[in-house]
């Protein structure tokens, strides 16, 4: 079974502080994802990587960056968080060979207070 | 206009009863077409592909029309276990990887 696995459930943090989310999957996809998920928005897509240190802009990517260093680990960073930034964020891999599905990690709740 | 759209609902049905959602792009280059089914405070999970040919899982049937640009999915006998937010998802080449734009979600409620 694919497992996609994020680092924390919940997290709360503060206006202005740094934020790591981690994001590690074990199927060796090359195609990892990071959303987040607000009511009535539905999942916005802030970046992706398609391959180690690749990375491309997703539809929301300001005030977030990205790091793939390894193929299996993906880290969504919030350089100066806000309150704006409080929401669900999804990560996710793809496999490409076959099936195109994507593969959802549990998410992480972030509430910046 | 949103990549993809679709009505939030919620859809309040009877059990048993059959009930059609629907989904629609503005991206004629997609190439894929997917429905995901997202349980309350779960992750989204693959429910079904859907092919130009349509396809059929048990009680699920998914159609895509690629010269309207939608694709439908369509539940019969619903089980109050099909309660659930059903997003349509779209993929398209970008750079170098697959990008996946999800609509918003179509909320099901099935009640007895």
């Known amino acids: 079974d694919v497992k996609v696995t994020q680092s924390s459930r919940y997290l709360v943090k503060r206006t202005g502080e740094k934020v790591f989310l981690e994001c590690v999957q074990d199927m060796d996809h090359e195609n990892m994802f990071w959303y987040r998920q607000d009511p009535g928005l539905g999942l916005r897509l802030i970046y992706f990587s398609y391959d180690v240190k690749m990375k491309e802009k997703g539809d929301i990517p300001e005030g977030y960056s990205v790091s793939r260093e390894k193929k299996e680990r993906f880290s969504l960073i919030l350089e100066s968080a806000s309150t704006n930034q409080t929401s669900m964020y999804l990560c996710?891999?793809?496999?490409?060979?076959?099936?195109?599905?994507?593969?959802f990690g549990p998410g992480t709740r972030l509430t910046v207070t | 206009r949103k990549e993809v759209e679709q009505d939030p609902g919620p859809f309040n049905v009877p059990e048993g009863a059959t009930v059609a959602f629907n989904c629609t792009y503005s991206n004629s280059a997609s190439q894929s077409f997917f429905w995901y089914r997202q349980d309350c405070r779960k992750e989204p999970k693959l429910l079904m592909s859907v092919y130009s040919s349509g396809n059929e899982d048990g009680r699920f049937t998914a159609q895509l029309n690629r010269a309207s640009q939608y694709i439908s999915l369509l539940i019969r006998d619903s089980k109050l276990s099909d309660s659930a937010t059903y997003l349509c998802?779209?993929?398209?080449?970008?750079?170098?990887?697959?990008?996946?734009?999800f609509g918003t979600g179509t909320q099901l409620k099935v009640e007895l």
């Open positions: 996710a891999s793809i496999d490409t060979g076959t099936s195109y599905e994507q593969y």
């Open positions: 998802v779209v993929t398209s080449l970008t750079g170098g990887g697959n990008k996946l734009t």
